[in-house]
């Protein structure tokens, strides 16, 4: 048996779990969107979809369709607040190794609802390459000590980002998030799990699906119930779906 201390990065992941856990009250919606048309669309120019970034521009593009969602539910030290960017931006959590080691950070595509599936694609394969230390809180964890002084740091930019709106704004981050489990699909073992984040609506795609002619993308959903109701919230599954059912790649792919 084996008893040891968290390494900073498990406990900065654990401090922010629980901040969202006590500031935010997630409901879950499952998905299963259909797809055929964008895999047709692939399938005939002999390519793979890239189904993180083609989710990427819908979820983009769903912002347009409901701007109530591009809302972010910040408890300042004036009470609770929405804040609603004026421009839009979807975080995608990725993976950057350093030393072998795989560490989780986010990237921003700011302007998703514009780009193509191409460049969104090109932004996350480079953000995936960028070195850990050049980032705010990335190069924090290369050493990965987790003492008191590197704990207080990593408060302090916690408590900067989610309690002063301008301070979140300023760094452009998203109102929107997606994220991708696809590493993971099982043909056998069709799994369903959705994303909760500290945004208020957030999309997570966990298998691709091939019947026959049909393509299916399963997606979890989670929304923030404290900054969206309900029939929002399924206004905006019904939208998504439809995004995607005829989502136009853009560009040539």
Known sequence: MTVRKLTLEEWFTVYQLQAIQARHFHLPIFLE?????????YRARGRKPPWTSILVRAAGQLVVRHPELNRILFHT???????????????????????????????????ADQKTVEEIQAELQAARKRPLEQLPIGRRFI?????????QQLKLIHFLAWRFPSFFLRHGGGGISVSSLLLHQRSVL??????????VFSLAVTGIVEREAVTTMRLGIGFDHLALRGEQAMAAVVSL????GGLDPGGDS
Do not use: C, M
């Not at 069709?190 to 945004?199: C, Q």
């Not at 779906?241 to 995607?244: A, C």
């Open 190 to 199: 069709p799994i369903g799990a959705p994303a909760f984040g500290p945004n």
């Open 143 to 151: 050493k990965n000590r987790n003492t008191w002084w590197a704990r």
């Open 77 to 111: 030290l004036l009470g609770p607040r929405f804040v609603e960017p004026g421009y839009i931006a979807v975080n995608v959590p990725v993976l950057i190794e350093h030393q072998g080691v795989p560490h989780l950070t986010a990237a921003i595509i700011q302007g």
């Open 33 to 41: 969107a259909d797809v055929s048309g964008l895999a047709e669309r």
């Open 241 to 244: 779906q439809e995004i995607l």
